[in-house]
């Protein structure tokens, strides 16, 4: 009854799902901490409050990252914390969160260098 080559291509096909679903999960790439969720509201809501919630949460995934998995952010994040501080009037912490993301992504080098050089001419701030 087994002799069969559907049987023997069943079997087969139930052997290799069998395998592979055993295989180790791998760890997440990025970590987000509760990102997302903050995110999610604040465009839902824009208000100053949600403004200062979202940027708490990246502050925690960015101070967290160490001790997570991955151990590091999502690309963009210290650019988009970096924004954040640059709307709420500190150039200064502005241009450190763009260097970081520089330093941590290369090849968002050319982008930071911009708003680097954007926050130096129009707030005096210098690069440390």
Do not use: W
């Not at 087994?2 to 679903?21: E, G, K, M, N, Y």
């Amino acid at each position: 009854m087994l002799s069969s080559p559907r049987h023997i291509i069943l079997l087969l096909i139930i052997c290799a799902f069998s395998v592979t679903a055993c295989q180790k999960r791998q760890p997440p790439l990025y970590y987000y901490n509760d990102y997302s969720v903050s995110y999610y509201a604040y465009k839902k809501d824009m208000s100053p409050e949600s403004l200062l919630k979202l940027q708490q949460s990246m502050e925690k995934a960015i101070d967290d990252s160490g001790q997570s998995k991955s151990g590091r952010v999502p690309p963009g994040m210290y650019a988009n914390v970096g924004y954040i501080y640059l709307k709420s009037g500190k150039p200064q912490e502005a241009v450190g969160a763009f260097t970081k993301e520089k330093n941590v992504y290369p090849e968002s080098a050319h982008f930071m260098d911009r708003m680097i050089k954007k926050v130096e001419l129009t707030e005096g701030v210098e690069d440390e």
